[in-house]
């Protein structure tokens, strides 16, 4: 696997080290990172994905060493330097280096990695419910793409695994879906799309948002709504949005198969679409 990191002003590659034993994030998770694509000579929505680093960063204490404009630069130097049309996974990160419980904003550290990461296929795959859920706002920082969140999806997606299934729907603290352990989760019902409201459980994906704003100007109807199981277990189809694979379908739930439907596919269509025409290197 091909992979560069800029790490102190240059370039440099493979997997360099950079944190020590001492420093805050490696034993107080104070780090952040953000994801973006680039695939098929794209990078959609590029600039928003360094904007919300840069407001991660600060939700976690950390003072952001770039703006959103120069981190955007930065990725598109980095990703010039892959294959043409490369399929690169793009992942700007911040962590504190000193303090005792609360980092020192002064101390923030930063690199920029990029890393070759093929597309997946739209080929369909199964979920079930997590037994594990969501925190709120008042117990763990979730409106900041934090890595200290990722353990506890982990687990959920470890213990859906164990049961045979690829993902899992993970709910919040009154019972009601939230998301994926790795991505947004959408249904459709009677040729409309849901997806869950934002409620301070999960982050409002910014694939998640460009796929509502795609439909609504496509004439389908999308509704923000606080969805429960048994929205889902009734649904006409099931698919998910995330940076990983942009729009990808989801073709059983626990017993119940479901095929690819006609909302999914005009979201993915759409998607793409706007991905050529929008967000060209």
């Not at 770039?66 to 690169?88: M, N, V």
Request: glycine share 8%.
């Amino acid at each position: 696997m091909k992979a560069l990191t800029f790490w102190q002003g240059e370039w440099v590659e493979g997997n360099p080290g950079i944190m020590g034993p001492r420093d805050h994030a490696a034993w107080l998770s104070s780090i952040v990172f953000d994801g973006a694509r680039a695939f098929e000579g794209t990078a959609p929505d590029l600039d928003r994905h360094c904007a919300r680093i840069v407001a991660s960063a600060r939700t976690m204490g950390l003072a952001p060493l770039h703006s959103p404009a120069e981190l955007t630069e930065i990725a598109r130097d980095g990703i010039a330097r892959f294959a043409p049309g490369a399929a690169l996974y793009v992942r700007p990160m911040y962590w504190g280096t000193a303090g005792f419980i609360v980092p020192e904003p002064e101390a923030t550290a930063f690199c920029f990695h990029i890393h070759e990461l093929a597309m997946p296929e739209p080929k369909g795959s199964s979920i079930t419910v997590s037994p594990f859920r969501r925190p709120t706002l008042e117990t763990a920082p979730a409106d900041a793409k934090a890595s200290c969140l990722y353990p506890n999806g982990a687990r959920a997606l470890r213990e859906a695994a164990a049961r045979g299934f690829d993902n899992a729907l993970m709910l919040d603290a009154l019972g009601n879906v939230a998301e994926l352990t790795t991505s947004n989760i959408w249904m459709a019902k009677d040729g409309a799309a849901l997806t869950p409201v934002p409620n301070g459980t999960f982050l409002n994906g910014i694939t998640r948002q460009r796929v509502i704003a795609l439909l609504r100007a496509a004439g389908v109807e999308v509704f923000e709504r606080t969805l429960t199981v048994a929205d889902f277990r009734d649904a006409d189809e099931i698919f998910a949005t995330g940076n990983y694979g942009k729009v990808l379908p989801i073709t059983r739930f626990e017993d119940r198969d479901l095929q690819p439907g006609p909302i999914y596919a005009r979201a993915r269509e759409l998607y793409w679409e706007f991905a050529h025409t929008k967000g060209v290197l």
